[in-house]
């Protein structure tokens, strides 16, 4: 069984940085996307960033230019740098790693870690 260990989270100023990392144990196959969701209090959850095994990203339109997914494949992780936060920021962050649904064929798998908080205030 895959399980997903996050750390990094904090508390930071407004401008600020903020490095999430999180570990993957179990069997994982290179088929997963890696990534990152948040949920803010009161909100849905939201794609932040992700990447494929083959080092292809993407991120969500919010984060654009502040945020850097980066995976390590040998390791099995895949950490987050965050700069310039903003309030908005504010959310638990989750790991995530999934295949893809294809229709008639599979149904998407998720795998989730426990979460970690990012509070960007001042």
């Known amino acids: 069984q895959v399980q997903l260990v996050e750390s990094g989270g904090g508390l930071v100023r407004p401008g600020g940085s903020l490095r999430l990392s999180c570990v993957a144990s179990?069997?994982?196959?290179?088929?997963?996307?890696m990534g990152w969701y948040r949920q803010a209090f009161g909100k849905q959850r939201e794609l932040v960033a992700s990447a494929t095994f083959d080092g292809t990203t993407n991120y969500g339109n919010s984060v654009k230019g502040r945020f850097t997914i980066t995976r390590d494949n040998a390791n099995n992780t895949v950490s987050l740098q965050m700069n310039s936060l903003k309030s908005e920021d504010t959310a638990k962050y989750y790991c995530?790693?999934?295949?893809?649904?294809?229709?008639?064929?599979?149904?998407?798998?998720?795998?989730w870690g426990q979460g970690t908080r990012v509070t960007v205030s001042s």
């Open positions: 995530n790693a999934h295949d893809l649904d294809v229709r008639g064929v599979k149904v998407r798998t998720d795998f």
């Open positions: 179990g069997s994982l196959s290179s088929d997963y996307i």
